[in-house]
């Protein structure tokens, strides 16, 4: 929204200085048009300077939820981004780490969740500023059970590309019948998406819509079909990132 504001306040500067009449007497007493053309200039530079300010200033965010994976490489480029995102091009409140158990080594790690808190912590990130969140299975879930966790409307999710595809058509969905608030401003902050990423995009869209299919009121957690649909695609996807990590 800043960025949006600062454009606007910037073109209209520069329109401003456009129309602004041009006839300067250079006489030490101010003509009534050329008092004008100095009050439009002063108006138009004022404009102009408030909009680069608002247009460069850095974005402040309540919360920036880091989507789960039970490929671990993909965690840790997604706690990294948002790392780096708070740092050098938002102003961060909390993080979110968000994901339950599906697909990771429970040996190594108790949730995604956990593997997300441990790489946070390990970037100088403070206990305080994390919220964890080790109940969902998938993108659903992710953003229901995360949000709960937020207190505020300016929220980032840092994931691939497809993926906050699916987000924002969960959040837009949820906004239609109620089920979160309308207020709620999802910040994408993408990861580069790989190969596998791109092919498991396809059925999940799918599996999302078609969840999603009777609203978000009535959908059901964790339901079966989706559920074991899921846990095919998963296994799919880390062939097909184990094959392009061997032929890289």
Known sequence: MKRIIGTVLIASGVLFLILAPSNITGSAILSPS??????????????????????ISRKTLDAIIILGTPIEEDIKERTEKAVESSRK???TKVFVASGGTPGIDLKKYKSQSHMIYKMLRQAGIKPLEIRIENKSEDTLENILYSLRKINGTEIGVV???????????????????????????????????????????????????????????????SEGFVKKMRTAFIYLVKMFREKEEKEN
């Open 89 to 91: 091009k938002t102003e």
């Open 159 to 221: 994931s691939s590309p497809s993926h906050l595809d699916r987000v924002e058509y969960i959040v837009r969905r949820g906004k239609e019948d109620g089920s979160i608030d309308k207020n709620i401003h999802i910040y994408r902050i993408e990861t580069k998406e790989s190969f596998a990423d791109k092919i498991y995009s396809v059925p999940a869209s799918l599996l999302t819509r078609y969840k999603l299919r009777k609203g978000l009121k009535d959908v059901k957690l």
């Open 34 to 55: 050329e008092g004008r053309f100095y009050f439009k200039y002063i108006i138009s530079l004022i404009l102009f300077v408030v909009g680069i300010f608002l247009f």
